[in-house]
């Protein structure tokens, strides 16, 4: 089974950027990024086809993250500008069951041990 390693993560003031990386130990199909907020349920960031020609982005992200994917290097990235405190969660990676684009947590066949991102006020 692939798996999945998260870096990138930390702490960054309001109005900074971060880049998250996904490194998998094998070729992987659709890709996205998720995150959970203490208290709350977590939910879909952005996903990535596996030819990387197709990506979707949660409504709260959209115009300030961007996923993307390197496949010689089995590599998923999710760049982060103009951060809000609203974004800090832990962000983890996700790898799809299929070539099929994930949309639901139910899509996902491995998980990455997650990273954490703080955005201070």
């Known amino acids: 089974q692939v798996r999945l390693v998260e870096s990138g993560g930390g702490l960054v003031q309001a109005g900074g950027s971060l880049r998250l990386s996904c490194a998998a130990s094998?070729?992987?199909?659709?890709m996205a990024w998720f995150r959970q907020a203490p208290g709350k349920e977590r939910e879909l960031v952005a996903a990535i086809s596996w030819m990387g020609d197709t990506t979707s982005y949660a409504d709260s992200v959209k115009g300030r993250f961007t996923i993307s994917r390197v496949n010689a290097k089995n590599t998923v990235y999710l760049q982060m500008n103009s951060l809000k405190p609203e974004d800090t969660a832990v962000y983890f990676c996700?790898?799809?069951?299929?070539?099929?684009?994930?949309?639901?947590?139910?899509?996902?066949?491995?998980w990455g041990q997650g990273t954490q991102v703080t955005v201070s006020s």
């Open positions: 094998g070729r992987t199909f659709a």
């Open positions: 996700a790898a799809g069951k299929s070539f099929s684009f994930i949309r639901i947590s139910y899509d996902v066949g491995v």
